[in-house]
């Protein structure tokens, strides 16, 4: 029941820049902030991103995040290897309550 | 620092009701200003809101709101899930997690996860 689309996969090279995006409509992104979390697989997801763009103590500044109208971005800056992983967005829809993302499945060339 | 931690049966019978416990430390429950909330992620797949609990109420997912029901024990600051009439389609691992008031989808703390199979 996944409302908000991402891609399944993404890809890069050590040291590229991936970018992962997150669509919705206007009664969850179009009207609420987007967060953002990053499950290796076996554990639980991990609070990445918040309030659109803000990072919690102890995530690396290479992970960024931005909306615009319906839609949000995570930008992984500099891969490294420990980057793949599963990655979520999330957000508040007015009508269903909390609706996350399909989840974009990260690999390291 | 919080911790949170989910028990339960692993395995539950068709049409039978599921139930967990999530037990908090490092912080009492009672003490405002966070949305308890439970998630569930089928296997191989991603992750789906149940909804949450907090000493003001409740809030729970649509497509399952007929069937679920959370409740808080202060006393032993644990919060719990039940969920009735399973079936296969509810064999997931369940996460509790914590949200603060302001926006119920910062999951900041999350317990480590319970998987819950539904089969005869």
């Known amino acids: 029941q996944s409302v908000l689309t991402q891609p399944p996969s993404a890809s890069g090279t050590p040291g590229q820049r991936v970018i992962i995006s997150c669509s919705g409509s206007s009664s969850n992104i179009g009207s609420n902030t987007v967060n953002w979390y990053q499950q290796v697989p076996g554990t639980a997801p991990k609070l990445l991103i918040y309030s659109n763009n803000q990072r919690p103590s102890g995530v690396p500044d290479r992970f960024s995040g931005s909306k615009s109208g319906t839609s949000a971005s995570l930008a992984i800056s500099g891969l490294q290897s420990e980057d793949e992983a599963d990655y979520y967005c999330a957000a508040w829809d007015d009508s269903l309550g909390g609706v996350f993302g399909t989840g974009t499945k990260v690999t390291v060339l | 620092q919080v911790q949170l931690q989910e028990s339960g049966p692993g395995l539950v019978k068709p049409s039978q009701t599921l139930s967990l416990t999530c037990t908090v430390s490092g912080g009492p429950i009672y003490r405002g200003g966070y949305h308890w909330t439970w998630i569930r992620q089928h296997p191989g797949k991603g992750l789906e809101w149940i909804g949450y609990i907090y000493s003001g109420g409740t809030s729970y997912n649509p497509s399952l709101k007929s069937r679920v029901s959370m409740s808080l024990d202060t006393s032993k600051n644990q919060l719990s899930l039940k969920l009735t009439s399973v079936t296969a389609a509810d064999t997931a691992v369940y996460y509790c997690?914590?949200?603060?008031?302001?926006?119920?989808?910062?999951?900041?703390?999350w317990g480590q996860g319970t998987l819950v199979t539904v089969s005869s």
């Open positions: 997690a914590r949200a603060p008031y302001s926006s119920s989808t910062i999951f900041d703390q």
